[in-house]
T-cell receptor, first 111, second 111 residues
Framework: GDSVTQMEGPVTLSEEAFLTINCTYTATGYPSLFWYVQYPGEGLQLLLK?????DKGSNKGFEATYRKETTSFHLEKGSVQVSDSAVYFCALSDNAGKSTFGDGTTLTVKP | DAGVIQSPRHEVTEMGQEVTLRCKPI?????LFWYRQTMMRGLELLIYFNNNVPIDDSGMPEDRFSAKMPNASFSTLKIQPSEPRDSAVYFC?????????FGPGTRLTVL
């Protein structure tokens, strides 16, 4: 079956540092890929998405590129802020509408 | 749109009692998902519906859990009888087959 493996956390960075959270996937066919963010006490929110190979999703300074050859969708941000502290989930969706989520990576940004 | 609406936001009950969680999906979305999130087990898919029909309930932990979707704008997740190990945050999400939109969750505590 489909699976998503993401970088284990927690990740702690200083403000303005560069962020990378690794995500790789296993899937049949051509899934769509997503990053979600969850702030304390809230539900998951879609951060960005990519629907086909070489697509780059971007939002709020975060970026991720759909790499079919390495089955990866790594999340990056050039300069993190304290307000980016949250849990980040990588996910894929299949043609049946179901999504498979990674285990989540907790990011803490210190001032 | 108001987004996915869940009620109640918090529920405290005693072991053995029946608990009913409610969800109103985003209008026009034809997929609805129920998830459970705990620190120990992370985010778990319990069941999902397409056009009000249950598609996959393999994540429902046991017969004490049941879910219904009587129409396109309402779904319930019922636990009867509840047990302390059911304590978790329960999320409802909806989609049109792509990214999922999560509600704020119901925090359930079973004493």
């Amino acid at each position: 079956g489909d699976s998503v493996t993401q970088m284990e956390g927690p990740v702690t960075l200083s403000e303005e540092a560069f962020l990378t959270i690794n995500c790789t996937y296993t899937a049949t066919g051509y899934p769509s890929l997503f990053w979600y963010v969850q702030y304390p006490g809230e539900g998951l929110q879609l951060l960005l998405k990519a629907t086909k190979a070489d697509d780059k999703g971007s939002n709020k300074g975060f970026e991720a590129t759909y790499r079919k050859e390495t089955t990866s969708f790594h999340l990056e941000k050039g300069s993190v802020q304290v307000s980016d502290s949250a849990v980040y989930f990588c996910a894929l969706s299949d043609n049946a509408g179901k999504s498979t989520f990674g285990d989540g990576t907790t990011l803490t940004v210190k001032p | 749109d108001a987004g996915v609406i869940q009620s109640p936001r918090h529920e405290v009950t005693e072991m053995g009692q029946e608990v009913t969680l409610r969800c109103k999906p985003i209008s026009g979305h034809d997929y609805l998902f129920w998830y459970r999130q705990t620190m120990m087990r992370g985010l778990e898919l319990l069941i999902y519906f397409n056009n009000n029909v249950p598609i996959d309930d393999s994540g429902m932990p046991e017969d004490r859990f049941s879910a219904k979707m009587p129409n396109a704008s309402f779904s319930t997740l019922k636990i009867q009888p509840s047990e302390p190990r059911d304590s978790a945050v329960y999320f409802c999400a909806s989609s049109q087959g792509g990214p999922q939109y999560f509600g704020p969750g119901t925090r359930l505590t079973v004493l």
